[in-house]
Every structure is written in structure tokens, then in C-alpha cells.
């Protein structure tokens, strides 16, 4: 018993030491972590706000907030899950700002159906992604993951590509546990059934 | 198995969270539905090609940029 204690101890996440080490003073420290995490947290608010000058203005304010309320970080989430959430706030907030009026809000329930049952059930060519260049495939991936109700797409982004667990995702967002796996499978059909336009097999004599 | 019955579990599959039994009945129902089976390989492979690529770069100019904005302002006690 004692030994698996000592494992669990040695095994601590190397984001502890640096958060200790910030709030004890240590800037440098800070740094590591913003240079850890500064690209997802960008990709995460471009993906919320759609704009690269307020993706990069939620980058430096989440990492600023970050600091101030280090004293209020609890141990009890991991580091890079509560900066996310911060930043998720911070990118909602410039949305909102963008568009006043206009109801935003990842919680909202998008009825549906595109994509609940697949329509496109052409296969894909072996390898799909190699018939395009990169920066023609970039594009076909922003525009496809762009389309979807935000909701969607940011439970996609933090769920699929971010690595967070799905009960890590509901905190983040603020959603329950069935309200995550229900929009991350219509999330993922969806963006299947867009990127079949694409990527499925041509016929023969089809251009 | 129907298949609107195996896409209810689609998620679970690719996730590999499903038990044993239910793993078996759903490469039972896929040995005969090449539709269900399109459907499975062509959302795997969405996932991962949004893995693999970069669909919103931080050029390094813009990063040290922003770094350097948040470690002034940090250093002053924020």
C-alpha cells in the first residue's frame, strides 16, 4: 500500500510545482505555463469568437486573470482546466460585446437534425487529406468546423482535439455530463457529413 | 441491432467505452451494414484529421508579442 502512496506522490502533474512556484513569487514560472498553454488557449477563443484580434486579446486577458487569482486556484481541478474555463468566459464576453443583442450562449439547446442521421454515405478516398494542399485543407477545416452552432463546436474543439475529458468539458462549459456527449456526437456527425463534400470517393467520370 | 440504434452508440465506440457484450453486437450489426461501417470510419477519420491539423495558427511574432505583454504587466504586480 505504501509504495502505490509513494507512486501516486511522485506522479503529481508537473503543472503543480509551476502554479506553487508562481504564487510564492516566482514570474519565470508563470512563464513556463503561458508558454505550456498560450496556442490552445488561442485556439480555443478563435473558436468561440471567430476573431483573431479578440482570440488574441482572450490570450492575454485569461492568462492575466490566471495570475491575479492564483491565491483562488484549488488544487482540486487541473490548472490548464481552469484556465480554460477563464478564457471560455473571457471569449464569450467579447462576443457578446460583438454582437449585442444577439443571444449567445453555448448552453442553448440547437434543435437539429442535420446531421442526426447520415446522409452523405459515400466512402472517403484512402487518405482524403493528401489530395489537398495545406493551406486549402486549413481552410476547408475552418470553414467546415465554422459553420456549427457554437455549442457544437466548442465541445468538439475541447472534447476531440484539446484532450479534455468529457466530464472536464461540462465543468468547463458550465453543461451537464449528457448535454456534452449529446452535442459532441451530433458535433461530430455533422462535421462528418460537412467534410464528405470534400473528401468522399469520386465516381468514375466525376470530376 | 438497428442503425439508428448502433449510431446512438457510435460515440462509445470510438471512445472505447463500451462493455464487451455491446462491443460484440456492434461489430455484429457492422459485419453486414457497409453504411454503418462508412459512417464509423469516416467519423474516426474527421476526428483525427482536426487533430493533426492546425486550423488556427499563433504565428511566433504574435506569441512573443502576447507573452511579453503578459509578463511586463505580471511583473508590475499585474
Known sequence: METIQVTEENEQHPDVALVASARAGDVQAFETLVNKYDRQIFRIAQHITQNREDAQDVVQDAFLKAYEKLDQFQGNSKFYTWLVRIAVNESLMRLRKRRTGKMVSIDEDIETDEGSVPRDLADWSPNPEQNFGQAELAEILRKTIQGLPLGFRVVFQLRDVEGLSTEETAETLGLSVPAVKSRLLRARLQLRERLSRYFRKKKAGEK | ?78
Open chain 2, 1 to 78: 441491432m438497428t442503425c439508428s440504434e448502433f449510431l446512438a452508440l457510435l460515440d462509445e465506440l470510438i471512445d472505447d467505452s463500451v462493455s464487451t457484450e455491446t462491443r460484440t453486437q456492434l461489430r455484429e450489426h457492422l459485419s453486414g451494414c457497409e453504411h454503418c461501417e462508412v459512417t464509423l470510419n469516416t467519423t474516426r477519420k474527421t476526428i483525427e484529421i482536426y487533430r493533426s491539423h492546425e486550423v488556427y495558427e499563433l504565428p511566433n511574432t504574435v506569441r512573443d508579442r502576447l507573452r511579453a505583454a503578459i509578463m511586463a504587466r505580471c511583473k508590475n504586480g499585474c
